[in-house]
Each structure stands twice: as C-alpha cells, then as structure tokens.
C-alpha cells in the first residue's frame, strides 16, 4: 500500500504561481511512477505531468509545458508541481498519483494509488 497526501493548493491570480507538494508513505519504493492529474467541475479527471522515481524523466501535457515543472525528492518521499504562468482554466482539484509500472501514463485509470486532492483556483 501507498498513501498520498497533496499540499499547496489555493486561491492566486492570473499569471501567479503556486506549489504543489505530494507526500508518500508507506510501500514507496514500490513505484515506478508519480503523476499529477487535474478534474475541473463536470469534467473527466486529465494527465497534468509525471516523473519516473528512478532516473527523473519527465512528462507533460501539451497545455501547461513551459509553465508547470515536476520535480521528486526520493529522499523525502515528495513530489511537486511548480505551477507558474496560471490561468482560469487550470483551476481543478489536482491529485497526485502513484503508479506501480510502466503503464500509459496519460490514463488516471492506470495509476494505483491516489490522494484526497488539492484545490487550485485562478481568478482572471
């Protein structure tokens, strides 16, 4: 088992930027990969970026490259989202994902653990 908790999340401004932080415990070696995904009101749960555990490589959908970077500290069992550039449609409850394998990464469907979620609003 692996529980995740997500921190960070809040109210800011367009163009501002926030930190979004996800702390594992538990089976945490067991993972291959740690994603985050977005769900905005009436709509379906979307890949944000990932981070492979071993060697850092990351991922990122088309609409926040340039402004979200994903980082790990294995040490610390913590993973993070700097969001900077926001706008009014990346506001979502952001969740952080755990995956066991080398799965399609873009499909929350394939991630095996998840946290509670964080809020993220930005107002124009």
């Known amino acids: 088992q692996v529980q995740l908790v997500e921190s960070g999340g809040g109210l800011v401004q367009a163009g501002g930027s926030l930190r979004l932080s996800c702390t594992a415990s538990?089976?945490?070696?067991?993972?291959?990969?740690m994603g985050w995904f977005r769900q905005a009101p009436g709509k379906e749960r979307e890949f944000v970026a990932a981070?492979?555990?071993?060697?850092?490589?990351?991922y990122y959908a088309d609409s926040v490259k340039g402004r979200f970077t994903i980082s790990r500290d294995n040490a610390k069992n913590t993973v993070y989202l700097q969001m900077n550039s926001l706008k009014p449609e990346d506001t979502a409850v952001y969740y952080c994902?755990?995956?066991?394998?080398?799965?399609?990464?873009?499909?929350?469907?394939?991630?095996?653990?998840w946290g509670q979620g964080t809020q993220v609003t930005v107002s124009s």
């Open positions: 994902g755990a995956q066991l394998s080398s799965s399609y990464l873009y499909n929350w469907r394939t991630f095996n653990y």
């Open positions: 538990g089976r945490t070696s067991s993972t291959y990969r």
């Open positions: 981070i492979r555990r071993s060697d850092g490589d990351t």
